[in-house]
């Protein structure tokens, strides 16, 4: 029987939207390689299948929740061998522990995208056996961002000679400011309302009871400005930003308005963006507000230092401190020639960095390179 034409496997244990998913589906659906295709393994139905099925990736559903452990890399040896995998790229730290041992067990080259420190937290659950299980199956590991890589290497993970640092790209051409109003009449808001944007999920991470503290102090003071926050909730955290915008009297002036499909279409009624996150990998939000030709206020919480220029191509803040946020927002605000400047200096870095181009050609370059190691 002849040999099927060899494939590369890309796999990732979450369902939901985000940054690392994201560059998931891009890396399955963009990079090829000639003579080999793309085929991915995911645990469960959402968004990350429906994305799936419109890009048109070949993929299966391996639930592990459903099966026993055996049963369940039975079924993920069966599905590799099927397609005769020749490289494996996992994301985030569940898939990362699991191919590390099926690429011991097959001699399959394994390269591991980690997104951010929650991937290797010191207080997870026997983590020094998954350290150890990652250092043996993951022949290159990439971190999105020097500061994670340095983390990484500081804590004696992996050798900083086996770290890639790979930042995330996105489509610069979808980006752009458009003259819909859309979310303004949504929101039933006057069509001169500013409109302070941020995207990312709503988790402890993102802080925005530090960005809801931070709208108190600007709305105070300007009376037009409105934020608009897109993005998944969790009930919990969301019942409690509730309350806090309840107690601050906040309802009309900050909105919550769930997770929108198309980022682009967001961002581009915005009048500026804001990330207030505690700690980011990277800030692929951060990349495509600038690639909007948008003025960015960001925290310093790991990733947004190695995407922004102080003072050149946005504004940095310290973390958790919402008067800091509020007074680079203010000085935005007041300073329209500021706006301009950061705005277009902004796009001009994210196109020259941070491109789609940039990032399947790094990855390319890993692929072949660990294939060729491998061979």
């Given amino acids: 029987m002849a040999m099927p034409q060899p494939s590369i496997l890309h796999a990732i244990d979450t369902t939901g939207p985000g940054g690392a998913e994201t560059v998931f589906l891009d890396l399955a659906q963009y990079l090829t390689l000639d003579g080999y295709k793309n085929i991915a393994i995911i645990k469960g139905a959402g968004w990350v299948e429906d994305q799936l099925k419109s890009r048109g990736v070949t993929y299966y559903v391996v639930n592990p929740a459903s099966m026993s452990a055996f049963s369940y890399y039975s079924s993920l040896y069966k599905i590799l061998k099927k397609h005769n995998v020749k490289l494996i790229q996992a ?25 951010g420190r929650v991937d290797v937290n010191p207080n997870e659950k026997w983590i020094f056996i998954k350290n150890k299980i990652m250092r043996l199956g993951v022949n290159k ?49 006057d069509e001169r309302a500013v409109l302070i944007g ?61 997770f929108q499909p198309d980022s682009a279409a967001f961002l581009g009624q915005m009048d500026l963006f804001v990330l207030s996150s505690s700690s980011e990998g990277f800030s692929i939000a951060t990349i495509e507000a600038m690639a909007t030709e ?16 102080h003072g050149k191509t946005g504004l940095l803040v310290a973390v958790n401190n919402p008067q800091a946020l509020a007074d680079a927002l203010l000085t935005l605000l007041k300073n329209l020639s500021l706006q301009q400047h950061l705005a277009q200096q902004g796009r001009q870095h994210a196109i020259a960095t941070f491109s789609m181009e940039t990032l399947l050609n790094q990855y390319r370059v890993i692929y ?7 061979a």
Avoid: W
């Fill in 141 to 189: 590991l990439v971190a999105v961002s020097r500061d994670l890589a340095a983390y990484i290497a500081h804590r004696g993970l992996f050798d900083v000679t086996n770290i890639a640092t790979i930042y995330n790209g996105v489509d610069t051409k979808k980006y752009q400011k458009t003259n819909s109003h859309d979310i303004r009449k949504h929101l039933n808001l």
């Fill in 91 to 115: 994301h985030l730290l569940g898939s990362t522990l699991t191919y590390s041992l099926l690429s011991l067990l097959l001699r399959i080259p394994l390269i591991a995208t980690l997104h």
């Fill in 368 to 374: 072949l390179d660990t294939m060729n190691h491998a």
């Fill in 294 to 309: 948008l003025p960015v206020v960001a925290t310093r919480c790991g990733g947004p230092e190695e995407i922004l220029e």
């Fill in 198 to 258: 941020s995207v990312g999920n709503v988790r402890p991470a993102k802080a925005y009871n530090v960005l809801v503290d931070a709208a108190k102090k600007v709305t105070d003071l300007e009376s037009n400005v409105h934020f608009v926050i897109a993005g998944h909730q969790k009930p919990d955290l969301m019942n409690a930003l509730n309350q806090q915008l309840d107690a601050l009297d906040l309802r009309g002036r900050v909105h919550f308005i769930g």
